[in-house]
């Protein structure tokens, strides 16, 4: 299978045959199923922007194990330049979906293990890392999208995985075989599962000696017997079975679509495992993938912020309030929030690094401060949109009552702003604001990729305080007596 435009990508979504469930039932076909159409329309963006010749540059990349061209988002980077592009790409698509594209936990996922298992092997003698040179081989050839299973259940959150009194609060080995592990376990708020053709899972916290269990990385096919995927709800959904305008965004939705994914005594062959008790790589690894996923976050969360000033600037045309300098400001602070969370990707990007295995990390404590920044500055962007919106957001009429017979032209009447600008205009960008601001595509820039007192825990760790209260104390004169 080489999945290359993006009926290629639904077609093999629809032969994978995963086990999927929304709403209690099982789906067998997801690409018709409405709860999901829309995150497929916007992962399949990543298939169609590649074969663009326009976009190439950012879409594409040269595989430095085979020479090939390939989807970026199967590239191990291999410079700086590498690191930055990502970032442009990626706002790139978001402002060709307006939505979560979904595509990246894989892509960081594979670069976070590039780097890591080289540390490894080198430690350990084992051969993790010429085996996730085969998967990425793999991987960049068939052009599959990879879903990055990186956060567990956790259970008791005061507790240590070995210390749970579920051992399957953290995804773990419960067999070690000739030909392969066994796990058990699973992964949660797993963004773009459910169109996904493989997983790669890796371990979530820093891990004890007594944890070795639970220090594991693998990939394995979604279809593989024992996985279950169990899709979230989402605020609003149920206003993508209605097809019309309520949605905001019908064609791509507005977040990714996360799913929780069981893992009920799943095999995994040893050429696809990439840690497998090493414990004392937990957490180099957790860091390392946590900056290659912070780093997004002002590029996509940045591009869909353009989005919203656009919606806000049209909006404020269609109300009249659009030459008020109150309104201007707004926007304008709305536009440095945006251009401020873009500055701090691409600077992570931009101060990035060689690792021992020759490719590319951004630089860990820019890549939190990116997050952390997202976490306030998409908040306030959405602040900033209710209060240009107006009250209207959260009083509209439906749909169905601006098409109906009977009441249809009062709600004409009445939602009309500006002379010779439609109602359904005006509810269209209205609905876009109300359902780009909504819960769960808030909640994603204040989870995504780690909650803020994941960013704030790196601080504590790479923030290098001592060389700080050194400096303080130069400047001041301190001489300290032993
Ligand atoms: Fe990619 Fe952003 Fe979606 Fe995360 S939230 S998967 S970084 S588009
Ligand atoms: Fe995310």
Request: hydrophobic fraction near 35%.
């Amino acid at each position: 299978m080489v999945i290359k435009t993006k009926a290629d990508y639904v077609k093999s979504l629809r032969e994978q045959k995963h086990v999927v469930y929304y709403k209690g039932k099982r789906v067998e076909d997801v690409t018709t199923h409405l709860g999901f159409i829309p995150h497929i329309n916007a992962a399949a963006k990543t298939y169609e922007l590649a074969l663009q010749p326009e976009h190439e540059d950012l879409m594409t990349a040269v595989s430095h194990l085979t020479g090939e061209r390939i989807n970026r988002f199967t590239h191990i980077h291999q410079n700086r330049e590498d690191l930055i592009k990502k970032v442009q790409m990626m706002r790139l698509i978001s402002h060709e979906t307006g939505s979560c594209f979904q595509r990246c936990v894989g892509f960081d996922a594979l670069n976070a293990l590039y780097s890591t298992t080289v540390e490894i092997d080198e430690k350990y003698g084992t051969n993790y890392h010429q085996r996730l040179i085969e998967y990425v081989k793999y991987v960049q050839k068939s052009n599959i999208m990879v879903v990055g299973g990186m956060t567990d259940t956790k259970g008791d959150r005061s507790k240590s995985p070995s210390k749970q009194s579920d051992p399957d609060q953290f995804l773990h080995v419960v067999e070690r075989r000739k030909d392969g592990i066994v796990v058990t376990g699973a992964k949660v708020h797993q963004t773009g599962a459910i169109n996904s053709h493989e997983i790669v899972v890796m371990p979530t916290v820093a891990l004890g000696e007594e944890d070795r269990d639970y220090a594991v990385a693998f990939a394995s096919p979604l279809n593989a017997p024992g996985v279950v995927l169990i899709f979230g709800r989402q605020t609003n959904e149920e206003r993508k079975f209605e097809k019309g305008i309520d949605i905001g965004n019908l064609e791509f939705g507005l977040v990714g679509g996360e799913a929780l994914i069981i893992f009920d005594k799943v095999f995994v062959p040893w050429d696809r495992v990439f840690m497998c008790g090493e414990y004392d790589f937990a957490q180099m690894f957790v860091e390392r993938f946590a900056a290659l996923h912070r780093q997004n976050y002002g590029g996509c969360k940045g591009g869909l912020s353009d989005i919203l000033v656009g919606a806000c600037g049209v909006v404020s045309e269609y109300q009249g309030t659009g030459k008020a300098s109150h309104i201007k400001d707004k926007l304008a602070e709305m536009m440095h929030l945006a251009e401020t969370i873009y500055c701090c990707s691409v600077a992570c990007s931009a101060m990035g690094h060689k690792m021992k295995a020759g490719n590319y990390e951004p630089d860990t404590l820019l890549a939190n401060a990116t997050k952390y920044n997202v976490t306030k500055n998409v908040y306030e962007v959405a602040r900033l949109a209710h209060d240009i919106a107006g009250g209207i957001i959260a009083t509209m009429p439906f749909e169905d009552d601006l098409r109906s017979p009977e009441i249809g032209k009062y709600v004409e009447k009445y939602m009309t702003g500006v002379e010779g600008v439609s109602a359904e205009n005006r509810i269209r960008i209205l609905r876009l604001i109300e359902n780009m601001t909504g819960g769960t595509s808030l909640a994603e820039s204040m989870h995504g990729a780690g909650s803020p007192q994941a960013q704030k825990v790196m601080y504590n760790r790479r923030g290098n305080m001592e060389y700080k209260m050194k400096l303080a104390k130069k400047f001041a004169g301190v001489k300290e007596s032993k």
